[in-house]
């Protein structure tokens, strides 16, 4: 399993092997499209020559616009070869992170962001990457040799802010983390798993390697109205599928009556906890195990549930350390609610980029600190129950929104949820639980929300609103300080 330390091997000698031995097997499941390795090998060789011709040197960085997966993966891989680091952005919103884009040495998209001098940008047409495809096949270049502790990745990390972070990959963490993906979901040629998700988050392009990697098929589907029932058709082909908790629940809800569950489907959720419920209603019609992934993009893998929801409790991967500290960063006996903490030597990272005050903070003794209050049951056993900056108070009671987003869950029919809590007049805090896309009348809802409320002693003042869209980041959780002040917009009042 460290192999990675000899830093002799990228993802491209992955594919180039896959390619020798298995020409005609399909590396990629693009819609209308089947990308064999053989053909993926011989552009990625084009690829790599025509991102060296952009004069890029060795350590230097690039960003680089999402756009269709074919093409932006070729690029990412090429660079990796190149050893050029690499980040994507999202710009078909206009929502392109400008603190990325004022850092990197280039930026390859089809029109120049706002911001971006015309000196440091590349246009990304379909001219130019028509050309690039059109190149004669003259193998891969001679490249010079890799090394563990090259920086290969940037990516942006908010949890549940609003302001993101940057962090600086290595080649180590990245390689320890596509082994341990393949490890913990036993991945092999026969696994397709589909890509629903940019590969601006973390978790989709590490799995997407690993699957490339163990000789396996990524398939291009994405979650949408549109294509909900598409991709629940498409499931019986597939082997793994990586949904947030809210993409799974669209999902479930959108499967046809007469949908058959596939014989093996593993189901890998993110981002947030998943209710018991939840999990339940997804074995029974769609998956044969659910795997709740617990990790951040500073540790992307530290533990995983398979037996239970969010109520359960979660094993500790065998590459990782966990403890429960109070405020002084003393380890508490197992059993008592604290700090979490954790570390990996080979796969954390160390601090964020331009941002000495949180990495101070967060970075601490060895240690990451990711914000969330847990229970250690003992060395190999952590039960998580919120986060540390989200915990609310509601008449003496602390407790984790999540856990109440749960109990609604279970009386009420919503698209979305989120709660938080607001301090009214006299300062005290109260519950508030944000809807979208209720699937009741506005009587039927509270009457249902306060059935919900009622099994348990946390008082009876709270408010409901109703939001077009519940804030999440792109992991899919929810972004606790924009839902307040989403709350209190509507309300009308000042926190």
Known sequence: ??????????????????????????????????????QFDRDLGRFVRAVGDLGLARGRSVAIAWGELYSHWLLLLACEQLGIVTATFLFNDGTEDSRLLETVDLVLSEARPRGVAPERHRPLTQDWLAGVFARPDAGMPPLAALHPDDPLRIVRTSGTTAEPKRLLWTRRMFEAWVERRIWSLGLTRSSRAA?????????????????????????????GVETAAALAQAAHGLTHLRLTPLELRFVLDTLPPDFVKPPSLVVCTVGAAVAASLRERALARLASEVVVSYGTNEVLFAAETREAGSEGISTIYPWVEIEVVDEQGTPLPPGTPGIIRMRDEEGMATGYLDDPETTARKFRGGWFYPGDVGILHDRRRVQIVGREDELMNIGGIKMAPSSIEGWVMQHATVGDLGVCSLRNADGIEEICVAVARPGHSETELMERITRAFSDHHIGRNFYVVGLARIPRNANGKIQRGLLKQAALAVLGRKQ
């Open 195 to 223: 890509l629903n998700m940019a590969f601006a988050a973390a978790g989709g392009y590490t799995l997407s390697t690993a699957v490339l990697r163990a000789g396996g098929t990524v398939s291009n589907a994405w979650i």
């Open 1 to 38: 399993m460290n192999s990675y330390l000899r830093g002799a091997a990228a993802t491209a000698d992955y594919i180039g092997f896959h390619a020798a031995e298995r020409p005609d097997a399909i590396a990629i499941a693009d819609p209308g499209r089947e990308i064999t390795y053989a």
